[in-house]
């Protein structure tokens, strides 16, 4: 989850991330996707992510919470090359639909309807949020791997208040 925070991915993107030439730097990870993701076209190929540190909170921290789960998966993931292996065993890399299952398992422990959200609709959160704190439309889409801002303003571009919330906001506020 924290990755899909950090990077406003899709659950195919986690499924394709992979160790093969991880590349670990100070304060961030570098990982390799091991196909091709859906927005992947001619002129427009993205082949990696970065995650970087959050030094304000180590629980929100997708650096500290990635390398220890690499820690913790090591002797588990015998030549597995998927980024996220099974907590059961026989420790094999897990499909695009368990990935999916933990993210709503995760917005659900958060108390997000499930019935009216799915795991996707965390990409939406996401990209909503980085607009609502004022980061400027280009870095939104660079990250989420968009070239058109319309696709954006179309699917993507969520209210985070409600009329009447930045109503009550506005009055209340010094």
Same mark, same amino acid.
């Given at each position: 989850?924290?990755?899909?925070?950090?990077?406003?991915?899709?659950?195919?993107?986690?499924?394709?991330?992979?160790?093969?030439?991880?590349?670990?730097?100070?304060?961030?990870?570098?990982?390799?996707?091991?196909?091709?993701?859906?927005?992947?076209?001619?002129?427009?190929?993205?082949?990696?992510?970065?995650?970087?540190?959050?030094?304000?909170?180590?629980?929100?921290?997708? !650096?500290?919470? /990635?390398?220890?789960?690499?820690?913790?998966?090591?002797? *588990?993931?015998?030549? @597995?090359? +998927?980024? $996220?292996?099974?907590?059961?065993?026989?420790?094999?890399?897990?499909?695009?639909?368990?990935?999916?299952?933990?993210?709503?398992?995760?917005?659900?422990?958060?108390?997000?309807?499930?019935?009216?959200?799915?795991?996707?609709?965390?990409?939406?959160?996401?990209?909503?949020?980085? !607009?609502?704190? /004022?980061?400027?439309?280009?870095?939104?889409?660079?990250? *989420?791997?968009?070239? @058109?801002? +319309?696709? $954006?303003?179309?699917?993507?571009?969520?209210?985070?208040?409600?009329?009447?919330?930045?109503?009550?906001?506005?009055?209340?506020?010094?």
């Amino acid at each position: 989850m924290l990755i899909v925070l950090s990077t406003a991915c899709r659950t195919q993107s986690l499924f394709l991330l992979c160790l093969d030439n991880l590349v670990k730097g100070k304060d961030s990870y570098t990982l390799f996707y091991s196909g091709l993701l859906k927005q992947n076209r001619p002129g427009f190929n993205v082949h990696f992510v970065e995650l970087f540190a959050y030094p304000p909170d180590r629980r929100l921290c997708v !650096f500290t919470v /990635l390398k220890e789960y690499l820690m913790r998966t090591a002797q *588990a993931r015998g030549n @597995s090359q +998927k980024l $996220f292996i099974s907590y059961v065993k026989p420790f094999k890399a897990v499909s695009r639909e368990t990935i999916s299952r933990w993210i709503k398992t995760v917005m659900s422990k958060s108390g997000i309807n499930l019935k009216s959200y799915s795991s996707h609709s965390a990409r939406s959160a996401v990209v909503s949020k980085a !607009f609502h704190n /004022l980061i400027p439309v280009e870095c939104i889409l660079r990250r *989420a791997g968009w070239t @058109s801002e +319309k696709t $954006f303003a179309k699917f993507y571009k969520k209210p985070i208040e409600s009329d009447e919330q930045r109503f009550q906001r506005a009055v209340l506020s010094t």
